[in-house]
Structure formats: C-alpha cells, structure tokens
C-alpha cells in the first residue's frame, strides 16, 4: 500500500523560502510530482495545477512555466523522500500543495491530459500541506 505524507508548508513573506517534504512509503524511487491547488477549488471541480515532476531513471524534471527558475524537484532515494525548494516565492503560489506517484503513463515530449504535469495520470495523492505566501 503506497502511502504519502507530506510536511514542509507555512505562512511566509513575498520573496521567502519554503522547503516541503513528501515522505513515501509503499514506493520507492519511482516517478514523483508535485501538484497544487486553491482551497475550495476541488468543490468547484477544478483540476490540480501540475508545479514539477521528476523522472528517476534519468534525472529529467519538469516545471510549470509559473514556478520555473524558482522551484526545484528532488528526491533522496536513502530516505525515499520528495522535495520541492521554493524560492522566491509570490503570492500566487499561495495553495494547498500535493505531492503524487505512480503515474499510468510517462512521457516528457505530451502535452495535455497525459503530461507528467497533469493530474490525470497519477495513482497516489498526499493529503497536501498548505502555503500561505502574504505581500
């Protein structure tokens, strides 16, 4: 049974750091992402905004246009564990923040609802650990 727990979020001012954790067990070194999403917009049926995704086989992450140069993927295979640095951060980063496993499908070349960055393709979910960016 794969299970993921993430920690990390806060209140932080324009222009701070945040570092979040997605602790996995059940899954190891398998293809990761972090997705986010305004509180209230799951009742509204808005989709998940993919932020990053990381392949383990070779390294390759991706962003969303909106966080790249700013927010960086990564995972520590010996703690099987996610991270996602964000620096800089902008008060429209301001969500609750999801990391997701076990994609159906990978490609880096699709776009659309079977991009890494969609949350389409992911099996598993965290409970999310909320962001608060104030200006």
């Known amino acids: 049974q794969v299970h993921l727990v993430e920690s990390g979020g806060g209140s932080v001012q324009a222009g701070g750091s945040l570092r979040l954790s997605c602790a996995a067990s059940?899954?190891?070194?398998?293809?990761m992402a972090w997705f986010r999403q305004i509180p209230g917009d799951e009742r509204e049926g808005v989709a998940r905004d993919g932020v990053a995704a990381i392949n383990p086989r070779t390294g390759n992450t991706l962003y969303a246009a909106s966080v790249k140069g700013r927010f960086t993927i990564s995972q520590d295979n010996a703690k099987n564990t996610l991270y996602l640095q964000m620096n800089n951060l902008k008060p429209d980063d301001t969500a609750v923040y999801y990391c997701a496993a076990g994609p159906q499908y990978w490609s880096e070349s699709v776009t659309g609802a079977l991009s890494p960055l969609s949350q389409e393709i992911w099996r598993y979910w965290g409970q999310g650990t909320q962001v608060i960016v104030t200006s």
């Open positions: 059940g899954y190891f070194a398998g293809y």
